[in-house]
């Protein structure tokens, strides 16, 4: 619940989270990217890294379903909020579940300096970033942190105070727990079969639950296409392969697998010791005497500011002519649509053991629309299957993909370059350029000094650039797409109202739903994305009169 210690939740000796290993990928250096995703009460929700942001207007009306409109959805996405932020209030909540704040703690100087910065190369501070309408600036961040200083999650702010209530005995939650199928009676849903997570419980046997009137989905974009199709549900090749009768001829289970593609690039700072979290990911600070005085540390995420960015006419023409073909067509018109969005981190974003003691702080920055697509099916009937899952990443037809970070890398690192506590690049965390390139890392005892200029890269460079990113991308964990609304014979999985195409009785709810993707850290549009599954439900079983 302590937000500084998110990175817990990322070893992989986690017992809250859940990792998916990918293929081995030649686009990706031959590796085999590890996904991680929410595996407690509370999915990605008690796990990620509690960024506010929201979905861009362009991207709700990409969509195209009547209902999901970012007109139609702006009343789900107050509902779930009270808000603490900038901002007119037309456009946020002030009475949701979910507290939305900047925490009890903020390095206030590399905020300011980078806001300063990216000021000078064109991008200003925007006062809220996270309305319908804003775009290509940057922001001093907003978080799911409550004013107290405790994570916010879907499981202590949605489910624990019904449970606790005592006024809900219908409620029942069965943790540490895992779905295999479910049950379909003349193609009805029917109930589940799980069993007990065999990590945590000896006796893991099968068990039923039954369900009279529906049966709803959500394990996340990762997990919802491996209970379909072991319940019968996808693609009638891919179920046959493992073993497993037809129920329903749904396609597009398990296809249209989207991610936002990560890269974190660290840099030496001049900030002190209570300006980063070096000394607390490190272990300088004891962590258990900061509990104990409620120190306000705690509830810092580290990252600062947010950006959405956009690159300028001559950066799009620099980097080729497929490149601005697919600007052109899906980017120049639509001033709504960031190609990449970004974080100030206040710290060494990595396992710090061989770094020198010291304070660092990087930037994130991820793809907005990458036009690569992965997928994940099962291989056999059993939970414990082999997963046939493939993230995608750069494998777009045309490389347009791998160019957008080729200008993101360049654009972040000038913003750093004019910023006063900038101190150099650190080398194992940049692309390794030639020792006589203008590109070639530094490191600097002062600041910046006199008119900066943009370093001019040439095409070796840039070339250093892509295998750089092929060889260290990974994911934001904002993994969508894999049982999308939409036509069935456009591989839609279910309709406007979540209903599984061929089957009675099931639906679907997580962000396996989003035919396309969102400019943003994914946990507002999940959330929101429950608060209507909620409506639609509710509707649809007659109890909205109740």
Not at 150 to 174: C, E, I, M, W
Request: overall charge negative.
């Amino acid at each position: 619940m302590h937000p500084a210690l998110f990175l817990s939740g990322l070893i992989p000796t986690s017992k809250a989270t859940l990792f998916y290993k990918g293929n081995r990928e030649s686009q990706l250096d031959d590796r085999e990217l590890i996904v991680p995703s929410g595996g407690t009460l509370g999915g990605g929700s008690s796990t990620n890294l509690m960024m506010y942001s929201r979905a861009q207007r362009s991207d709700f009306d990409s969509w195209k379903t009547p209902g999901w409109s970012s007109d139609e959805m702006l009343p789900y996405l107050k509902k779930l909020e009270t808000y603490h932020g900038p901002g007119s209030k037309a456009d946020h909540g002030f009475d949701g579940p979910i507290t939305v704040s900047g925490g009890t703690y903020r390095a206030t100087r590399s905020e300011q300096d980078f806001i300063q910065a990216a000021g000078r190369i064109g991008y200003p501070e925007i006062e809220d970033l996270s309305a319908f309408d804003t775009n290509n600036g940057v922001q001093r961040a907003s978080r799911y942190i409550g004013l107290d200083g405790r994570r916010q999650d879907t499981a202590t702010k949605y489910l624990h105070p019904k449970l606790q209530s005592g006024k809900f005995p219908n409620l029942h939650v069965v943790v540490d727990s895992q779905v295999q199928r479910v049950l379909f009676d003349n193609k009805r849903a029917s109930g589940v079969e799980y069993r007990r997570n065999p990590n945590v419980h000896p006796e893991s046997s099968l068990r039923t639950i039954r369900a009279r009137k529906m049966v709803i989905v959500s394990c996340g974009a990762l997990g919802t296409p491996s209970v379909l199709e072991r319940s019968g549900v996808g693609n009638p090749e891919v179920l046959k392969k493992a073993g497993i009768e037809v129920v329903a001829d749904v396609p597009g289970v398990g296809e249209n697998l989207q991610d936002h593609h990560l890269m974190v690039y660290q840099y030496f700072s001049s900030l002190d010791e209570t300006e980063t979290a070096d000394a607390l990911v490190s272990g300088r600070l004891d962590v258990v005497e900061l509990i104990k005085k409620n120190d306000p540390i705690l509830g810092w995420n580290m990252m600062d500011i947010t950006c959405k960015l956009r690159p300028t006419d001559t950066e799009v023409a620099a980097l080729g002519q497929q490149f601005q073909e697919t600007w052109n067509k899906h980017f120049k018109d639509d001033l709504n649509k960031p190609l990449a969005l970004g974080s100030l981190v206040n710290t060494f974003p990595a396992d710090p053991t061989n770094i020198p003691p010291g304070q660092y702080f990087a930037m994130s920055v991820f793809t907005a629309y990458p036009n690569s697509r992965g997928s994940i099916h099962i291989t056999g009937p059993k939970i414990d299957d082999r997963l046939d899952f493939t993230t995608g990443f750069f494998s777009d037809a045309q490389g347009t993909d791998i160019k957008k970070h080729v200008w993101a890398y360049k654009k972040q690192r000038e913003i750093f370059r004019r910023m006063d506590t900038y101190r150099g690049e650190m080398a194992g965390g940049h692309p390794p350029f030639a020792s006589d390139s203008n590109a070639a890392c530094v490191q600097l005892h002062d600041g910046p000094s006199g008119d900066v200029q943009d370093i001019v890269y040439t095409a070796e460079d840039d070339k250093v650039i892509e295998d750089w990113v092929r060889s260290h991308v990974e994911t934001t964990w904002h993994s969508l797409g894999t049982a999308k609304m939409g036509p069935r014979e456009d591989k839609g999985v279910v309709d406007r109202n979540l209903g599984v195409y061929g089957v009675e009785g099931l639906k679907i709810a997580d962000l396996s739903i989003p035919p396309l993707n969102v400019a943003a850290n994914t946990m507002n549009t999940a959330v929101a994305i429950a608060e209507k599954a909620a409506e639609l439900i509710i509707k649809e079983l007659g109890l909205d009169s109740k």
